[in-house]
């Protein structure tokens, strides 16, 4: 059993790492903004500003899931934030995994990733404030961190939630689709792949994608 500590483990990513964690038997500690709606049981939850709680829940902790979205007072400060708890899970010898998006992929080996080109104008600012997380891990991070950048399919959210499949399959920072050129991922099979990585580590300091 290992305890892992998953900021914003109210949204909807944190919230189905939580329960796949919780699940398998982990102790599970959930970091938020607010109260959960449905909480797990046997979840401990804390309420909070992130830089007040992650002080008091990382020390002692086997992983680390950042799940935070760059949306309300979080908008502008994610980079600030996330060095923080990349600085603090270092300290604690905890395992750092980093949640991104499906912007900071590449369609192919070395050729742009997709934030360097056209997006459209009201997911832009997420999609920059997302990429400039990732450059902090692989520019900044700090040299003891075990980290992982983790971005999911094109199609991955709240409104494609999606089933349980018990299947899907990672990559490096080159997008993965399928024979029909789809990008799919449900939330509970990306929740699946990170505790995977969790359980059974097969990437540090590297980015991962993960996609049907």
Known sequence: MATVVVFGG????GGNVVREASARGH?????????PKDPVEGVHYET???????????????????ALSPRG???GRLVDVYREL???????????????????????PGAPRFVDGEIPEQFRDEALEGEATRVLLAEEAPEG???????PAAGYGAWA?????DRYRVGDDVALVDEDGGSNISGADFAAAIVDEIDRPTRHRAHMSVAY
């Open 48 to 66: 909070g500003p992130v830089e007040q709680v992650a002080g008091q829940v990382i020390p002692g902790a086997d992983a680390v899931v950042a």
């Open 27 to 35: 102790r599970v500690v959930s970091v938020s903004r607010s109260e």
């Open 86 to 108: 990349a600085q603090q899970s270092a300290a604690a010898g905890a395992r750092y995994i980093q949640v991104g998006g499906y912007s900071s992929l590449r369609p192919e």
């Open 10 to 13: 109210t949204g909807y990513t």
């Open 73 to 75: 007072d979080m908008s």
């Open 161 to 165: 939630a999606g089933e349980r499949t």
């Open 145 to 151: 961190l075990d980290w992982v950048f983790v971005s």
